[in-house]
Protein backbone atom coordinates (compact mmCIF):
# COMPACT_ATOMS: atom_id res chain seq x y z
CA UNK A 1 0.00 0.00 0.00
CA UNK A 2 0.74 3.69 -0.18
CA UNK A 3 1.23 4.53 3.12
CA UNK A 4 4.07 1.77 4.04
CA UNK A 5 6.28 2.73 1.26
CA UNK A 6 7.37 6.46 2.59
CA UNK A 7 10.42 4.87 4.92
CA UNK A 8 12.21 1.86 3.33
CA UNK A 9 14.20 1.24 6.54
CA UNK A 10 17.63 -0.33 4.92
CA UNK A 11 18.12 -3.48 7.10
CA UNK A 12 21.71 -4.42 6.62
CA UNK A 13 24.06 -5.21 9.59
CA UNK A 14 26.79 -3.01 9.68
CA UNK A 15 30.19 -4.12 8.34
CA UNK A 16 32.25 -6.69 9.94
CA UNK A 17 34.76 -8.74 9.27
CA UNK A 18 33.81 -11.88 7.05
CA UNK A 19 34.19 -14.77 9.36
CA UNK A 20 32.20 -13.15 12.35
CA UNK A 21 29.42 -12.06 9.23
CA UNK A 22 29.09 -16.21 8.29
CA UNK A 23 29.39 -17.36 11.97
CA UNK A 24 26.33 -14.84 13.12
CA UNK A 25 24.24 -16.14 9.54
CA UNK A 26 25.72 -20.06 10.91
CA UNK A 27 24.19 -19.29 14.00
CA UNK A 28 20.69 -18.29 12.85
CA UNK A 29 20.52 -21.25 10.25
CA UNK A 30 21.25 -23.12 13.16
CA UNK A 31 18.38 -21.76 15.21
CA UNK A 32 16.08 -22.09 12.26
CA UNK A 33 16.80 -25.42 11.23
CA UNK A 34 15.66 -26.18 15.43
CA UNK A 35 12.65 -24.31 15.24
CA UNK A 36 11.66 -26.04 11.94
CA UNK A 37 12.16 -29.03 13.00
CA UNK A 38 9.97 -27.90 16.26
CA UNK A 39 7.54 -27.30 13.84
CA UNK A 40 8.18 -30.65 12.12
CA UNK A 41 7.51 -32.99 15.35
CA UNK A 42 3.81 -31.11 16.72
CA UNK A 43 2.93 -31.54 13.24
CA UNK A 44 3.36 -35.32 12.91
CA UNK A 45 2.34 -35.45 16.46
CA UNK A 46 -1.10 -33.75 15.48
CA UNK A 47 -1.15 -35.72 12.28
CA UNK A 48 -0.87 -38.83 14.35
CA UNK A 49 -3.20 -38.14 16.69
CA UNK A 50 -6.07 -36.94 14.25
CA UNK A 51 -5.44 -40.33 11.62
CA UNK A 52 -6.83 -38.43 8.66
CA UNK A 53 -5.61 -38.02 5.09
CA UNK A 54 -7.17 -34.65 5.80
CA UNK A 55 -4.01 -33.57 7.79
CA UNK A 56 -1.28 -35.81 6.57
CA UNK A 57 1.90 -36.42 8.10
CA UNK A 58 5.65 -35.20 7.48
CA UNK A 59 6.31 -38.73 5.72
CA UNK A 60 2.61 -38.86 3.74
CA UNK A 61 3.54 -35.69 2.11
CA UNK A 62 7.18 -36.70 1.67
CA UNK A 63 5.85 -39.56 -0.20
CA UNK A 64 3.83 -37.70 -2.15
CA UNK A 65 6.20 -35.21 -3.11
CA UNK A 66 8.07 -38.35 -4.39
CA UNK A 67 5.23 -39.64 -6.77
CA UNK A 68 5.06 -36.14 -7.87
CA UNK A 69 8.49 -36.00 -9.11
CA UNK A 70 8.08 -39.30 -10.62
CA UNK A 71 4.85 -39.28 -12.01
CA UNK A 72 3.91 -35.87 -12.44
CA UNK A 73 6.40 -33.56 -13.79
CA UNK A 74 7.11 -31.74 -10.27
CA UNK A 75 9.34 -29.52 -10.93
CA UNK A 76 8.55 -28.78 -14.69
CA UNK A 77 5.34 -27.35 -12.84
CA UNK A 78 7.69 -25.61 -10.52
CA UNK A 79 9.64 -23.92 -13.02
CA UNK A 80 6.76 -22.77 -15.05
CA UNK A 81 5.74 -21.25 -11.73
CA UNK A 82 9.22 -19.94 -11.49
CA UNK A 83 9.28 -18.19 -15.00
CA UNK A 84 5.73 -16.44 -14.86
CA UNK A 85 7.21 -14.83 -11.07
CA UNK A 86 10.55 -13.96 -12.98
CA UNK A 87 8.62 -12.53 -15.84
CA UNK A 88 6.24 -10.74 -14.30
CA UNK A 89 8.33 -9.17 -11.73
CA UNK A 90 10.82 -8.22 -14.25
CA UNK A 91 8.21 -6.31 -16.42
CA UNK A 92 6.86 -4.85 -12.95
CA UNK A 93 10.05 -3.86 -11.38
CA UNK A 94 10.95 -2.16 -14.66
CA UNK A 95 7.32 -0.09 -15.76
CA UNK A 96 6.88 0.68 -12.34
CA UNK A 97 10.32 2.03 -11.75
CA UNK A 98 10.29 4.34 -15.27
CA UNK A 99 6.51 5.02 -14.07
CA UNK A 100 7.27 6.32 -10.37
CA UNK A 101 10.40 7.55 -11.61
CA UNK A 102 8.62 10.14 -14.08
CA UNK A 103 6.15 10.75 -11.70
CA UNK A 104 8.27 11.45 -8.95
CA UNK A 105 10.30 13.77 -10.98
CA UNK A 106 8.00 15.88 -12.54
CA UNK A 107 4.79 17.30 -10.66
CA UNK A 108 2.67 18.28 -13.82
CA UNK A 109 2.52 14.26 -14.23
CA UNK A 110 2.47 13.69 -10.32
CA UNK A 111 -0.69 15.49 -10.96
CA UNK A 112 -2.49 14.42 -13.70
CA UNK A 113 -1.75 10.71 -12.99
CA UNK A 114 -1.12 10.59 -9.31
CA UNK A 115 -4.85 9.55 -9.17
CA UNK A 116 -4.46 6.91 -11.32
CA UNK A 117 -2.00 5.14 -8.90
CA UNK A 118 -4.09 5.33 -6.23
CA UNK A 119 -7.31 3.69 -7.89
CA UNK A 120 -5.12 0.96 -9.54
CA UNK A 121 -3.05 0.84 -6.00
CA UNK A 122 -6.20 -0.52 -4.52
CA UNK A 123 -7.85 -2.47 -7.24
CA UNK A 124 -8.54 -6.03 -6.02
CA UNK A 125 -6.10 -8.35 -7.85
CA UNK A 126 -9.02 -10.93 -8.63
CA UNK A 127 -10.44 -8.05 -10.87
CA UNK A 128 -7.45 -7.64 -12.52
CA UNK A 129 -7.28 -10.96 -13.25
CA UNK A 130 -10.64 -11.74 -14.71
CA UNK A 131 -10.65 -8.97 -16.51
CA UNK A 132 -7.11 -9.50 -18.32
CA UNK A 133 -8.46 -13.82 -19.10
CA UNK A 134 -11.41 -11.60 -20.76
CA UNK A 135 -10.18 -9.32 -22.74
CA UNK A 136 -7.20 -11.15 -23.84
CA UNK A 137 -8.03 -14.64 -23.86
CA UNK A 138 -6.54 -17.71 -21.42
CA UNK A 139 -3.10 -16.93 -22.88
CA UNK A 140 0.53 -16.44 -21.45
CA UNK A 141 0.25 -13.14 -22.10
CA UNK A 142 -2.87 -12.28 -20.57
CA UNK A 143 -1.54 -14.20 -17.44
CA UNK A 144 1.84 -12.33 -17.39
CA UNK A 145 0.39 -8.62 -17.87
CA UNK A 146 -2.59 -9.24 -15.14
CA UNK A 147 0.51 -10.28 -12.00
CA UNK A 148 2.34 -7.08 -13.50
CA UNK A 149 -0.72 -4.76 -13.35
CA UNK A 150 -1.23 -6.16 -10.20
CA UNK A 151 2.86 -5.45 -8.98
CA UNK A 152 3.37 -2.04 -10.75
CA UNK A 153 1.34 0.42 -9.16
CA UNK A 154 3.28 -0.70 -5.81
CA UNK A 155 6.65 -0.32 -7.13
CA UNK A 156 5.55 3.30 -8.87
CA UNK A 157 4.52 4.08 -5.38
CA UNK A 158 7.65 3.20 -3.94
CA UNK A 159 10.29 4.60 -6.69
CA UNK A 160 8.05 7.83 -6.44
CA UNK A 161 8.93 8.32 -3.32
CA UNK A 162 12.59 7.56 -3.77
CA UNK A 163 12.37 9.95 -6.53
CA UNK A 164 11.11 12.62 -4.41
CA UNK A 165 13.72 11.88 -1.66
CA UNK A 166 16.93 12.26 -4.37
CA UNK A 167 18.77 15.13 -2.94
CA UNK A 168 19.44 18.28 -4.58
CA UNK A 169 22.59 19.16 -2.42
CA UNK A 170 24.21 16.16 -4.49
CA UNK A 171 22.72 17.39 -7.61
CA UNK A 172 23.95 20.67 -7.01
CA UNK A 173 27.52 18.84 -6.18
CA UNK A 174 27.21 16.33 -9.63
CA UNK A 175 26.72 19.71 -11.33
CA UNK A 176 29.56 21.97 -10.19
CA UNK A 177 31.74 19.30 -10.93
CA UNK A 178 30.51 18.72 -14.04
CA UNK A 179 29.88 15.08 -14.01
CA UNK A 180 28.69 12.97 -17.05
CA UNK A 181 25.07 11.61 -17.02
CA UNK A 182 26.57 8.66 -16.73
CA UNK A 183 28.51 9.13 -13.56
CA UNK A 184 25.47 10.61 -12.27
CA UNK A 185 23.36 7.69 -12.77
CA UNK A 186 26.22 5.19 -11.46
CA UNK A 187 27.58 7.37 -8.66
CA UNK A 188 25.00 9.68 -7.42
CA UNK A 189 20.95 8.63 -8.52
CA UNK A 190 21.10 5.25 -8.23
CA UNK A 191 22.79 4.55 -5.00
CA UNK A 192 20.12 6.91 -3.39
CA UNK A 193 17.53 4.93 -5.16
CA UNK A 194 18.91 1.56 -4.07
CA UNK A 195 16.80 1.22 -0.93
CA UNK A 196 13.82 2.10 -2.58
CA UNK A 197 14.56 -0.65 -5.01
CA UNK A 198 15.32 -3.09 -2.72
CA UNK A 199 11.86 -2.46 -0.82
CA UNK A 200 9.94 -2.48 -3.95
CA UNK A 201 11.72 -5.76 -4.88
CA UNK A 202 10.87 -7.46 -1.84
CA UNK A 203 7.47 -6.43 -1.71
CA UNK A 204 7.09 -7.32 -4.88
CA UNK A 205 8.21 -10.62 -4.84
CA UNK A 206 6.12 -11.65 -2.05
CA UNK A 207 2.73 -10.07 -3.77
CA UNK A 208 3.89 -11.74 -7.17
CA UNK A 209 3.98 -15.27 -5.94
CA UNK A 210 0.78 -15.10 -4.24
CA UNK A 211 -0.55 -13.52 -7.06
CA UNK A 212 0.79 -16.11 -9.84
CA UNK A 213 -1.05 -19.29 -7.78
CA UNK A 214 -4.31 -17.39 -8.67
CA UNK A 215 -3.50 -16.57 -12.29
CA UNK A 216 -2.72 -20.07 -12.29
CA UNK A 217 -5.38 -21.53 -10.82
CA UNK A 218 -7.90 -19.31 -13.05
CA UNK A 219 -6.35 -19.78 -16.12
CA UNK A 220 -3.30 -21.73 -17.49
CA UNK A 221 -2.21 -25.45 -17.40
CA UNK A 222 0.53 -25.85 -15.72
CA UNK A 223 2.51 -24.26 -13.05
CA UNK A 224 1.78 -24.56 -8.88
CA UNK A 225 -1.16 -23.08 -8.67
CA UNK A 226 -2.72 -25.12 -11.65
CA UNK A 227 -1.14 -28.05 -9.15
CA UNK A 228 -3.32 -26.91 -6.31
CA UNK A 229 -6.81 -26.67 -8.17
CA UNK A 230 -5.94 -30.15 -9.50
CA UNK A 231 -5.19 -31.92 -5.91
CA UNK A 232 -8.06 -29.72 -4.36
CA UNK A 233 -10.89 -31.32 -6.28
CA UNK A 234 -9.28 -35.10 -5.40
CA UNK A 235 -9.20 -33.69 -2.18
CA UNK A 236 -5.48 -34.68 -2.02
CA UNK A 237 -4.12 -32.83 0.85
CA UNK A 238 -0.56 -34.29 1.22
CA UNK A 239 -0.01 -33.40 -2.74
CA UNK A 240 -1.04 -29.87 -2.18
CA UNK A 241 1.25 -29.48 0.95
CA UNK A 242 3.77 -31.21 -1.28
CA UNK A 243 3.41 -28.16 -3.29
CA UNK A 244 3.50 -25.34 -1.13
CA UNK A 245 6.17 -26.96 0.46
CA UNK A 246 8.48 -26.74 -2.57
CA UNK A 247 7.15 -23.31 -3.34
CA UNK A 248 8.34 -22.16 0.53
CA UNK A 249 11.73 -23.15 -0.37
CA UNK A 250 12.28 -21.65 -3.58
CA UNK A 251 11.07 -18.28 -1.77
CA UNK A 252 13.13 -18.82 1.31
CA UNK A 253 16.32 -19.31 -1.22
CA UNK A 254 15.77 -16.54 -3.07
CA UNK A 255 15.32 -14.15 -0.54
CA UNK A 256 18.47 -15.69 1.14
CA UNK A 257 21.01 -15.57 -1.32
CA UNK A 258 19.72 -12.75 -3.56
CA UNK A 259 18.03 -10.51 -1.63
CA UNK A 260 19.63 -10.44 1.07
CA UNK A 261 22.95 -10.21 0.09
CA UNK A 262 22.49 -7.70 -2.39
CA UNK A 263 20.77 -5.36 0.20
CA UNK A 264 24.09 -5.53 2.17
CA UNK A 265 26.09 -4.80 -0.57
CA UNK A 266 23.90 -1.57 -1.16
CA UNK A 267 24.20 -0.55 2.26
CA UNK A 268 27.82 -1.56 3.33
CA UNK A 269 28.99 1.98 3.88
CA UNK A 270 26.30 2.71 6.47
CA UNK A 271 28.30 3.37 9.35
CA UNK B 1 38.43 42.66 -16.54
CA UNK B 2 39.72 39.81 -18.41
CA UNK B 3 41.00 36.49 -16.57
CA UNK B 4 39.47 37.75 -13.65
CA UNK B 5 35.78 37.73 -11.93
CA UNK B 6 33.30 40.29 -12.87
CA UNK B 7 30.12 40.26 -11.03
CA UNK B 8 27.29 43.31 -11.76
CA UNK B 9 24.09 41.62 -10.38
CA UNK B 10 20.96 43.80 -10.47
CA UNK B 11 18.96 41.60 -8.60
CA UNK B 12 18.44 38.02 -7.14
CA UNK B 13 15.19 36.55 -5.64
CA UNK B 14 13.48 33.38 -5.51
CA UNK B 15 10.40 32.29 -6.85
CA UNK B 16 7.55 34.59 -5.71
CA UNK B 17 9.63 36.02 -2.88
CA UNK B 18 11.22 39.53 -2.14
CA UNK B 19 14.36 40.24 -3.54
CA UNK B 20 17.26 38.22 -1.60
CA UNK B 21 20.41 40.50 -3.31
CA UNK B 22 20.24 43.72 -4.71
CA UNK B 23 22.54 45.48 -7.07
CA UNK B 24 26.17 44.09 -5.74
CA UNK B 25 28.95 44.96 -8.46
CA UNK B 26 32.47 44.11 -7.78
CA UNK B 27 35.59 42.35 -9.69
CA UNK B 28 38.26 40.20 -8.57
CA UNK B 29 41.44 39.76 -10.45
CA UNK B 30 43.29 36.70 -10.62
CA UNK B 31 44.29 35.26 -8.41
CA UNK B 32 43.14 37.91 -5.63
CA UNK B 33 41.42 36.30 -2.78
CA UNK B 34 38.45 37.99 -1.53
CA UNK B 35 36.00 37.13 1.30
CA UNK B 36 32.42 37.52 1.80
CA UNK B 37 31.50 38.26 4.94
CA UNK B 38 27.36 39.28 6.27
CA UNK B 39 25.16 37.55 9.22
CA UNK B 40 23.89 33.84 8.51
CA UNK B 41 20.75 34.37 5.94
CA UNK B 42 21.79 37.46 4.27
CA UNK B 43 22.77 35.88 0.73
CA UNK B 44 26.22 35.05 0.87
CA UNK B 45 25.56 31.38 -0.32
CA UNK B 46 23.19 32.37 -2.88
CA UNK B 47 25.68 35.04 -4.64
CA UNK B 48 27.94 31.98 -4.43
CA UNK B 49 25.67 29.49 -6.23
CA UNK B 50 25.10 32.01 -8.61
CA UNK B 51 28.60 32.67 -9.38
CA UNK B 52 29.11 28.66 -9.45
CA UNK B 53 26.50 28.33 -12.24
CA UNK B 54 24.20 26.63 -10.28
CA UNK B 55 21.25 29.20 -10.66
CA UNK B 56 20.66 31.17 -13.48
CA UNK B 57 17.77 32.62 -12.77
CA UNK B 58 18.79 36.42 -12.00
CA UNK B 59 19.04 39.78 -13.28
CA UNK B 60 22.66 41.19 -14.31
CA UNK B 61 25.57 39.75 -15.43
CA UNK B 62 28.26 37.23 -13.77
CA UNK B 63 31.03 37.10 -15.90
CA UNK B 64 33.76 34.02 -14.81
CA UNK B 65 37.40 33.91 -15.94
CA UNK B 66 37.91 31.02 -18.19
CA UNK B 67 38.62 27.13 -17.19
CA UNK B 68 37.15 25.22 -14.28
CA UNK B 69 35.10 26.86 -10.95
CA UNK B 70 35.78 25.05 -7.86
CA UNK B 71 33.29 24.83 -5.21
CA UNK B 72 33.59 24.03 -1.91
CA UNK B 73 30.33 23.73 -0.21
CA UNK B 74 28.83 24.32 3.60
CA UNK B 75 28.31 20.67 4.32
CA UNK B 76 30.95 18.71 2.33
CA UNK B 77 28.20 16.87 -0.07
CA UNK B 78 30.49 13.81 -0.41
CA UNK B 79 28.89 10.52 -1.45
CA UNK B 80 28.22 8.44 0.91
CA UNK B 81 28.55 5.30 -0.77
CA UNK B 82 31.76 5.78 -2.18
CA UNK B 83 35.29 6.27 -0.24
CA UNK B 84 37.11 9.57 0.00
CA UNK B 85 39.35 8.10 -2.96
CA UNK B 86 36.33 7.15 -4.86
CA UNK B 87 34.72 10.36 -4.34
CA UNK B 88 37.38 12.25 -5.67
CA UNK B 89 38.18 9.90 -8.32
CA UNK B 90 34.62 10.07 -9.73
CA UNK B 91 35.77 13.71 -10.45
CA UNK B 92 38.94 13.93 -12.11
CA UNK B 93 38.42 10.32 -13.78
CA UNK B 94 42.08 9.27 -12.08
CA UNK B 95 42.44 7.11 -9.42
CA UNK B 96 46.24 7.87 -8.42
CA UNK B 97 45.70 11.43 -8.85
CA UNK B 98 42.63 11.09 -6.49
CA UNK B 99 45.28 9.61 -3.67
CA UNK B 100 47.82 12.38 -4.64
CA UNK B 101 45.10 14.90 -3.93
CA UNK B 102 43.94 13.06 -0.74
CA UNK B 103 47.48 12.85 0.55
CA UNK B 104 48.14 17.23 -0.41
CA UNK B 105 45.45 17.19 2.53
CA UNK B 106 46.40 14.92 4.83
CA UNK B 107 44.52 11.88 3.88
CA UNK B 108 46.14 9.23 2.56
CA UNK B 109 45.61 6.64 5.27
CA UNK B 110 42.01 7.57 5.68
CA UNK B 111 41.34 7.34 1.21
CA UNK B 112 39.44 4.34 1.54
CA UNK B 113 37.20 4.86 4.09
CA UNK B 114 33.44 5.94 4.24
CA UNK B 115 32.79 9.55 4.51
CA UNK B 116 30.77 8.29 7.41
CA UNK B 117 33.42 6.73 9.10
CA UNK B 118 36.10 10.07 9.42
CA UNK B 119 35.11 13.30 11.14
CA UNK B 120 33.24 16.54 9.82
CA UNK B 121 37.02 18.25 9.50
CA UNK B 122 38.16 15.41 7.45
CA UNK B 123 35.09 15.32 5.05
CA UNK B 124 35.98 18.96 4.54
CA UNK B 125 39.40 18.23 3.67
CA UNK B 126 38.04 15.37 1.24
CA UNK B 127 35.72 17.67 -0.34
CA UNK B 128 38.51 20.49 -0.72
CA UNK B 129 40.66 17.86 -2.60
CA UNK B 130 37.90 16.77 -4.84
CA UNK B 131 37.39 20.47 -5.40
CA UNK B 132 41.06 21.02 -6.46
CA UNK B 133 40.52 17.75 -8.79
CA UNK B 134 38.98 20.19 -11.77
CA UNK B 135 42.20 22.15 -11.81
CA UNK B 136 40.17 25.52 -11.24
CA UNK B 137 40.90 28.60 -12.04
CA UNK B 138 38.61 29.87 -9.33
CA UNK B 139 37.73 28.75 -5.91
CA UNK B 140 34.42 28.90 -4.16
CA UNK B 141 34.14 28.55 -0.29
CA UNK B 142 30.80 28.78 1.67
CA UNK B 143 31.88 29.03 5.53
CA UNK B 144 34.83 26.50 5.05
CA UNK B 145 35.89 26.26 8.70
CA UNK B 146 32.23 26.50 10.36
CA UNK B 147 31.18 24.56 12.99
CA UNK B 148 35.02 22.66 12.79
CA UNK B 149 36.82 22.59 16.43
CA UNK B 150 39.94 25.12 16.27
CA UNK B 151 42.92 22.35 15.86
CA UNK B 152 40.89 21.05 12.63
CA UNK B 153 40.10 24.94 11.33
CA UNK B 154 43.55 25.80 11.97
CA UNK B 155 44.96 22.63 9.59
CA UNK B 156 41.85 23.47 7.12
CA UNK B 157 43.24 27.29 6.95
CA UNK B 158 46.70 26.45 6.16
CA UNK B 159 45.16 23.45 3.90
CA UNK B 160 43.30 26.61 1.70
CA UNK B 161 46.27 28.99 1.94
CA UNK B 162 48.77 25.88 0.18
CA UNK B 163 45.53 25.29 -2.48
CA UNK B 164 45.88 29.03 -3.02
CA UNK B 165 49.17 29.18 -3.62
CA UNK B 166 49.51 25.94 -5.62
CA UNK B 167 46.87 27.04 -8.11
CA UNK B 168 47.26 30.68 -8.62
CA UNK B 169 43.35 30.62 -8.59
CA UNK B 170 41.22 33.33 -7.37
CA UNK B 171 38.86 33.23 -4.52
CA UNK B 172 36.00 33.80 -3.07
CA UNK B 173 35.26 32.91 0.57
CA UNK B 174 31.89 33.48 2.62
CA UNK B 175 32.03 33.50 6.03
CA UNK B 176 29.78 35.14 8.73
CA UNK B 177 33.08 35.11 11.00
CA UNK B 178 34.90 38.38 10.37
CA UNK B 179 38.29 36.76 11.95
CA UNK B 180 38.38 33.96 9.27
CA UNK B 181 37.60 36.73 6.56
CA UNK B 182 40.28 38.63 7.76
CA UNK B 183 42.78 35.69 7.92
CA UNK B 184 41.88 34.10 4.97
CA UNK B 185 41.95 37.04 2.16
CA UNK B 186 43.66 39.64 0.82
CA UNK B 187 40.05 41.46 0.27
CA UNK B 188 37.09 42.23 2.61
CA UNK B 189 33.22 42.66 0.92
CA UNK B 190 30.44 42.91 3.64
CA UNK B 191 26.85 42.22 2.75
CA UNK B 192 24.45 44.37 4.87
CA UNK B 193 20.60 45.39 4.23
CA UNK B 194 17.73 43.35 2.75
CA UNK B 195 17.94 42.77 -0.36
CA UNK B 196 21.94 42.63 0.61
CA UNK B 197 24.28 45.31 -1.15
CA UNK B 198 27.78 45.49 -0.43
CA UNK B 199 28.04 47.99 2.53
CA UNK B 200 32.10 48.00 2.37
CA UNK B 201 34.49 46.81 -0.09
CA UNK B 202 37.74 46.94 2.06
CA UNK B 203 42.03 45.48 0.61
CA UNK B 204 43.30 43.90 3.56
CA UNK B 205 46.72 46.07 4.62
CA UNK B 206 47.89 42.67 6.31
CA UNK B 207 50.06 40.78 3.48
CA UNK B 208 49.62 36.87 3.15
CA UNK B 209 52.45 35.91 5.45
CA UNK B 210 51.63 38.78 8.42
CA UNK B 211 48.03 37.01 8.26
CA UNK B 212 49.30 34.41 10.07
CA UNK B 213 50.19 36.39 13.02
CA UNK B 214 47.39 36.22 15.48
CA UNK B 215 47.82 39.23 17.19
CA UNK B 216 48.23 41.55 13.60
CA UNK B 217 44.82 39.82 12.97
CA UNK B 218 43.23 40.89 16.00
CA UNK B 219 44.43 44.39 15.94
CA UNK B 220 43.04 44.83 12.27
CA UNK B 221 39.78 43.43 13.59
CA UNK B 222 39.38 45.72 16.56
CA UNK B 223 40.39 48.24 13.89
CA UNK B 224 37.88 47.53 11.17
CA UNK B 225 35.00 46.35 13.31
CA UNK B 226 35.57 47.50 16.83
CA UNK B 227 36.21 45.62 20.37
Not at chain 1, 129 to 148: D, H, K, N
Request: net charge positive; hydrophobic share 50%.
Amino acid sequence: MAADVAQPVASGPETRPAGRRGGALGARLGWTGLSLLGFGLVWAALAALIGSDELPGPVAVWEALLVQIRTDGYFGHLGATLARVAAAFGLAMVLGSALGLALGRSGALDRAFGGWLTLFLNLPALVTIILCYVWFGLTEAAALAAVAVNKIPNVAATLREGARALSRDLDEMAEVHRLSRLDRLRHVVLPQLAPFFAVAARNGLALVWKIVLVVELLGRPNGVGFQLHSYFQLFDVATILAYAFGFILVVQAIELLILEPWERRATHWRR
Amino acid sequence: MSGGLSVALRQKRFAGGPPVLGEIAFELAPGERAALIGPSGIGKSALIGLIAGLDRDFEGEIRTPPGRIAMVFQTPRLLPWRTLAENVAIVCGDPARARALLADVGLSEAADLHPERVSLGMQRRAALARALAVDPVAILLDEPLVSLDPASAEAMRGLLDAAFERTGALGLIATHDRREALILADRVLEFGGRPARLVSDRRSPLSRAERRARGAVEALHADWFGG
